[in-house]
């Protein structure tokens, strides 16, 4: 009978951060990405303002793109301001 060999902890916390993030708007269809969500937009905002990138959010290039787009939109509507001090 074999069993499992141990890994060593550094190691485990490492594998639970590689784990592939799936698109939260791929997962879930009847979500819409537009300019005037400003709740929605900020959460893909850094303190700074800039906007967080597909690799920490997760989201799919397709998706990334879109959200790019409606957060340019709502800057320039000043909904949502381009630097935060």
């Known amino acids: 009978m074999r069993h499992k060999p141990k890994i060593p902890v ?4 490492l594998l639970a951060l590689n784990r592939k993030r799936v698109c939260r708007f791929c997962k879930d269809k009847t979500r819409v990405i537009d300019y005037k969500e400003v709740k ?5 905002i850094k303190e700074r303002g800039k906007i967080i990138s597909s690799r920490f959010s997760g ?3 397709k998706h990334q793109r ?6 340019k939109n ?12």
């Open 10 to 13: 550094k190691k485990r916390n």
């Open 74 to 85: 709502a800057r320039f509507l000043a909904l949502i301001p381009y630097v935060r001090v």
């Open 40 to 44: 929605l937009l900020e959460g893909f």
């Open 59 to 61: 989201n799919c290039a």
């Open 66 to 71: 879109r959200i790019a787009e409606e957060i």
